[in-house]
């Protein structure tokens, strides 16, 4: 007999390996932004937690791009560093949440709205900032944003 079914595709195998899960979409995601001062600067994190039904992967590091007052894309640029992280993902099961450190370190532009357009390689979302909006004004110091990898949290 033939096997059928999702196994039929692996020769009767399934692969029940963490890579082997769906990457986690913006239907899967809900995204929050929390910001504290640190200095001039704001440091703070990304807070992913699974909405929906299954498992999927996190992967990658979160680029955060501020919005305006009127929703459109302040030019503040997330620089992504290459440290490398095996496997470079967390798995997150239904309501389990994670978090990337941010910092941001200067921002003389455009008032930033309490908004923020999440992009985390598998989706993209617009998330709610909590805390202060934009660092203060350092003429000189870098404007861009930075992130770290995702990791599992409570």
């Given amino acids: 007999m033939m096997p059928t079914g999702p196994a039929a595709n692996t020769g009767g195998c399934r692969d029940d390996s963490p890579s082997a899960l769906p990457l986690c979409g913006p239907e899967d995601l809900a995204m929050t932004v929390h910001w504290e001062r640190g200095g001039a600067g704001l440091r703070g994190q990304v807070i992913a ?18 919005l305006a007052l009127d929703g459109t894309a302040l030019p503040a640029q997330t620089l992504i560093t290459l440290e490398m992280l095996h496997p470079g993902y967390v798995v997150l099961q239904p309501g389990q949440r994670a978090a990337a450190s941010l910092g941001w370190g200067s921002w003389c532009g455009q008032q930033a709205a309490d908004r923020v357009r999440v992009n985390w390689g598998s989706g993209v979302a617009v998330a709610d900032v909590h805390g202060p909006v934009q660092p203060q004004c350092s003429p000189g110091r870098p404007s861009n944003l930075s992130s770290s990898w995702f990791h599992v949290i409570q």
């Fill in 49 to 66: 937690r699974n909405i929906g039904a299954r498992a999927c992967r996190l992967a990658g590091k979160p680029a955060i791009t501020p």
